[in-house]
T-cell receptor, first 115, second 113 residues
Framework: AQTVTQSQPEMSVQEAETVTLSCTYD???????LFWYKQPPSRQMILVIR??????QNATENRFSVNFQKAAKSFSLKISDSQLGDAAMYFC????????????FGKGTKLSVIP | NAGVTQTPKFRVLKTGQSMTLLCAQD?????MYWYRQDPGMGLRLIHY???????AKGEVPDGYNVSRLKKQNFLLGLESAAPSQTSVYFC????????????FGSGTRLTVV
């Protein structure tokens, strides 16, 4: 079974600084997708960024970028120029590339942003 | 606005009572899912559906039933609620074959006393 591990239950960052959230996963598949979701206090799940395993280039969405290390099965999220609105739970998620569209989630990292 | 709508948003049940959570999406998504979220556990898949009239079990299906009679709706039922089912329930949907992740509903907070 695939597993997703987020080893940092909580993290904090100063406003305008950079923070990196860690995620590792375990799979025997070669074709898969990885995601980061944000869950603010409103409870809404918001897709932050996605990465296809077959792509070597790291995905980037504005202030959010990932460091995808396929051999190490690592998928960290970097938030640059942190803003107060970035405070939320962040979930790393994985799914295989074909046959199933089920997402497997990590347990989450709670990010606090200090003004 | 297009998206996934869950009803109700909050509910308190007594042990042994039954209820149905409704999920409706207007994006013509083929796949729909029910997850539960518990503190420190992330989101765990309860049941999912890959099309109208089909359902399948996820990671934690016990105590729940689902139905997908129409493509746009996915119902989650609790026949005899237990305190262990106190949780936040999320419905989500996605296209088949495209990979833009899920679209989530805003969740239902269920408390069983």
């Amino acid at each position: 079974a695939q597993t997703v591990t987020q080893s940092q239950p909580e993290m904090s960052v100063q406003e305008a600084e950079t923070v990196t959230l860690s995620c590792t996963y375990d799979t025997s598949e070669s074709d898969y997708y990885l995601f980061w979701y944000k869950q603010p206090p409103s409870r809404q799940m918001i897709l932050v960024i996605r990465q296809e395993a077959y792509k070597q280039q790291n995905a980037t969405e504005n202030r959010f970028s990932v460091n995808f290390q396929k051999a190490a099965k690592s998928f960290s999220l970097k938030i640059s120029d942190s803003q107060l609105g970035d405070a939320a739970m962040y979930f790393c998620a994985y799914r295989i590339g074909a046959g199933s569209y089920q997402l497997t989630f990590g347990k989450g990292t709670k990010l606090s942003v200090i003004p | 606005n297009a998206g996934v709508t869950q009803t109700p948003k909050f509910r308190v049940l007594k042990t042994g009572q039954s209820m149905t959570l409704l999920c409706a999406q207007d994006m013509n998504h083929e796949y729909m899912y029910w997850y539960r979220q518990d503190p420190g556990m992330g989101l765990r898949l309860i049941h999912y559906s890959v099309g109208e009239g089909t359902t399948a079990k996820g990671e934690v299906p016990d105590g729940y039933n689902v139905s997908r009679l129409k493509k746009q709706n996915f119902l989650l039922g609790l026949e005899s609620a237990a305190p262990s089912q106190t949780s936040v329930y999320f419905c989500a949907s996605s296209y088949r074959g495209l990979d833009y992740g899920y679209t989530f509903g805003s969740g239902t907070r269920l408390t069983v006393v």
